[in-house]
């Protein structure tokens, strides 16, 4: 299961993993560190059943000052950039391709991260439209590349969170384009 929490400007972003108790409970800690409205999304597979989202709202007590974020396709993370090719196509799938880099040079030993080279996580900004995307498979290499075919539901602009694995520690990148127009 995944939830992924975050806050309606969407500042905040958590890609959590809960643990589920033999009682068949799903929990996970979770700690946010401003106040305001955020939204949890739980994303899982039942048992024989199909692919499921689950939204729902929630207030964390404090002060609230809403950020916003300018259009970037580059993104810095700990010394990594990330740099975004391709364009988010409303209503098709779309490939894109994130690129990770380490002091000017390429990552070619990205480590799995729950089985895949990165996990992609796009929100709608406004209403935060929720789509989460693994790589699509073409490339077999351990980076620099890590390729994803996205399907965005409406024009706008989108968040992308890029959560990728290297030297043990998992990084999120973070991205906001508008959707484009295609081939």
């Known amino acids: 299961m995944h939830l992924i929490?975050?806050?309606?400007?969407?500042?905040?972003f958590q890609?959590?993993?809960?643990?589920?108790?033999?009682d068949g409970t799903w929990s996970v800690p979770l700690t946010v560190s401003a106040g305001g409205s955020y939204r949890a999304f739980?994303?899982?597979?039942?048992?024989?059943?199909?692919?499921?989202?689950?939204?729902?709202?929630?207030?964390?007590?404090?002060?609230?000052?809403?950020?916003t974020h300018a259009a970037t396709r580059i993104a810095q993370v700990d010394g990594y950039t990330v740099?975004?090719?391709?364009?988010?196509?409303?209503?098709?799938?779309?490939p894109i391709t994130l690129a990770i880099s380490r002091d000017g040079a390429?990552?070619?030993?990205?480590?799995?991260h729950l089985g895949a080279y990165g996990h992609l996580v796009a929100l709608r900004e406004g209403d935060l439209a929720y789509l989460h995307v693994h790589p699509d498979g073409s490339?077999?290499?351990?980076?620099?590349?890590?390729?994803?075919?996205?399907e965005v539901p409406s024009a706008g602009r989108y968040r992308l969170f890029l959560d990728f694995r290297h030297d043990g520690a998992v990084r999120t990148a973070e991205l906001t384009v508008?959707?484009?127009?295609g081939p």
């Open 5 to 12: 929490v975050v806050r309606r400007d969407s500042a905040g």
């Open 15 to 22: 890609h959590l993993h809960p643990e589920m108790s033999a």
């Open 42 to 67: 739980a994303d899982f597979a039942p048992t024989n059943g199909e692919p499921t989202t689950l939204g729902v709202d929630l207030s964390a007590p404090g002060a609230y000052e809403p950020l």
């Open 83 to 94: 740099e975004l090719t391709g364009d988010l196509v409303a209503g098709q799938a779309a």
């Open 106 to 112: 390429p990552v070619t030993d990205l480590q799995p």
């Open 139 to 150: 490339a077999a290499a351990a980076g620099p590349q890590v390729s994803f075919v996205a």
């Open 178 to 181: 508008p959707t484009g127009h």
